[in-house]
């Protein structure tokens, strides 16, 4: 088997630009539960935000018990009730909203992504490896699913509920959050270092994983010629050394996201000791509320568990991306043949075919054909015999614009194949290859697929 050379993906920011713009050409299509789903996220926001300020106030009124303390007492209570329950019910619209908006999108990359492909000439496939093909488009379908969560569920309603929680401790006790808007900026910042540090492992890892795919699908499409010439253990032994490539990169990459976890991580047990023990000092010095030291704490225990979300998501979001831009990648090859602007459907009155002055070549291989003329009139029969070699294949495929001329031109009817659509032009012409090709369908569903 001949193992596959690809040139290695390289992110940059014009290759994540285009899939975004490819996610979001399907995306617009479906705006009103896209932004359904962003209305709620920030609904959720404000709930949260709102919550621990309620709580504060309760511990207030349990800790002073002024006049009327009962009936404050309820209000708080019932005000959480209300929040709790708002928070469900939002959560539950969002959920079976996401239930109809992500299956669809994804439904449609699919398509996009399976219809751009099928519009490549024969030299594309011939040069490409069709299990690498299959593995891209599927893993940028669910690339779209995995951002899609990442921006809603995890950085969009993160981020949101950071600047609600920053903005609520600024105007709440700013020393506070002054302290955690500092802590933030750096705490992102080296998010953000850190997954940029590590992308390169994350590509690396992503083409080695459609060098595995790509294998398996090329032997165990030929796995009659493996066993024919008794290479079974010679291509599991190939397959074990792309697979342990790929542990291997994975174990890299996977490490250092660990290390960058752990530094983070410490980064914030130190902010929540100082916090916690400034909180003491206040309490002690007359200076905060028991409701006050509950409030901060409350909020830094939430703004915790979101940033550490945010962080860790931010690496997972450019790993997601190095996924989608493999198919991208492909997705900005142009076909190599296509209609003309003006194309027209081709019209068959007679089924006269005629070659004129044409020239074709491979290449640096030598001319196939040079000035070469053919004219068959309607209803004639004829038979093309040659050497192999000799181009009668070539022709066929000329005929049906599987290949572009070099120069020339192919009549049908006098109308020149190269304005008229291809879609008419292949279904004018009935063709019986050499080469046996059935879809994986019943003996009657083949005859009739043309």
């Not at 879609?423 to 012409?429: E, N, P």
Request: with cysteine; glycine share 6%; charged share 20%.
């Amino acid at each position: 088997m001949s193992e596959e050379r690809e040139k290695p993906v390289e992110l940059g920011s014009a290759l994540t630009r285009q899939t975004i713009r490819f996610f979001w050409s399907e995306v617009r299509k479906h705006k009103l539960p896209f932004f359904v789903i962003w209305i709620g996220l920030a609904a959720l926001v404000v709930l949260m935000t709102w919550e621990p300020f309620v709580f504060r106030r309760m511990f207030d009124i349990l800790n002073t018990r002024p006049d009327g303390w009962i009936a404050s007492l309820d209000t708080a209570f019932y005000t959480i009730v209300f929040i709790e329950l708002t928070y469900w019910g939002v959560w539950r619209v969002l959920g079976f909203t996401n239930a109809v908006f992500q299956p669809r999108v994804i439904s449609d990359l699919l398509l996009m992504c399976y219809a751009y492909m099928l519009h490549h000439s024969q030299s594309f496939f011939a040069n490409t490896f069709l299990g690498s093909v299959v593995s891209r488009i599927r893993r940028f379908a669910y690339a779209f699913e995995a951002i899609d969560d990442l921006m809603k569920w995890s950085l969009g309603r993160t981020t949101m509920t950071c600047i609600g929680l920053l903005i609520a401790s600024l105007i709440f006790k700013p020393m506070i959050g002054a302290i955690y808007l500092i802590w933030a900026i750096l705490f992102v910042g080296f998010a953000v270092w850190s997954s940029k540090f590590k992308m390169p492992h994350d590509l690396r890892t992503a083409n080695q994983d459609t060098k595995v795919t790509a294998q398996s699908a090329d032997t165990l499409s030929n796995v009659i010629n493996v066993q024919r010439f008794g290479a079974v253990a010679k291509e599991i032994e190939a397959m074990k050394q792309t697979t342990d490539q790929l542990c291997r990169y994975r174990q890299k990459s996977w490490s250092l996201g660990q290390t960058f976890e752990a530094i983070q991580g410490l980064t914030m047990i130190v902010l929540l000791l100082g916090i916690v023990r400034l909180c003491i000092f206040k309490v002690s010095a007359g200076e905060y509320s028991l409701g006050d030291f509950v409030a901060i704490n409350t909020l830094l225990g939430e703004f915790f568990y979101h940033l550490w979300d945010l962080g860790r998501n931010i690496r997972s979001l450019y790993e997601r991306f190095a996924d989608a831009n493999e198919m991208t990648e492909m997705l900005e090859i142009p076909h190599e043949i296509v209609d003309a602007e003006d194309a027209k459907p081709l019209i068959v009155t007679k089924g006269c075919v005629e070659f004129k002055d044409i020239n074709f070549n491979y290449g640096a291989d030598g001319d196939v054909f040079s000035d070469f003329n053919l004219q068959v009139v309607a209803g004639q029969r004829i038979a093309l015999v040659g050497k192999s070699g000799a181009g009668k294949t070539t022709l066929i495929k000329l005929l049906m614009r599987k290949l572009n001329l070099i120069d020339g031109q192919i009549l049908i009817d006098g109308q020149d194949i190269r304005n008229v659509t291809l879609t008419s032009l292949r279904r004018s012409i009935a063709l019986v290859p050499q080469d046996p090709t059935l879809f994986h369908m019943s003996i009657l569903e083949n005859i009739r697929y043309a």
